[in-house]
């Protein structure tokens, strides 16, 4: 069964950068892996995703900021944030799910999910 970490979260200034990883025991070789977000009030977001086949996909408020990459060695996913504004300040969640279930290419619901960590950036 997949379990996952992540680690890196913490606060930050207004045009800085996080990195965000997430590790996962079990096997991921079958599994898309995305990462999402939620700020108080607001409703879960898509952030990035990873398909088996290497292929990425971002949420058009991250696009060109953010970069999902995925390490098959470590059996990691890492979310590279770059140029944080005060609008990315979330609870960060990574997921897995089986790729034929990841629907847009992202995770479901009833996929794995992780703990979380927080991102605050301060302007």
């Known amino acids: 069964q997949v379990q996952l970490v992540e680690s890196g979260g913490g606060s930050v200034q207004a045009g800085g950068s996080l990195r965000l990883t997430c590790a996962a025991s079990g096997f991921t070789d079958s599994f898309c892996m995305g990462w999402f977000r939620q700020a108080p009030g607001k409703a879960r977001e898509r952030v990035a995703s990873?398909?088996?086949?290497?292929?990425?996909r971002y949420g058009d408020s991250v696009k060109g900021r953010f970069t999902i990459a995925k390490d098959n060695a470590k059996n990691s996913v890492s979310l590279q944030m770059n140029s944080l504004t005060v609008e990315d300040t979330a609870m960060y969640y990574c997921a897995a799910d089986l790729q034929r279930f990841c629907a847009g290419g992202y995770p479901s619901i009833r996929g794995r999910w992780g703990q979380g960590v927080q991102v605050t950036v301060s302007a």
């Open positions: 990873i398909g088996t086949d290497g292929t990425t």
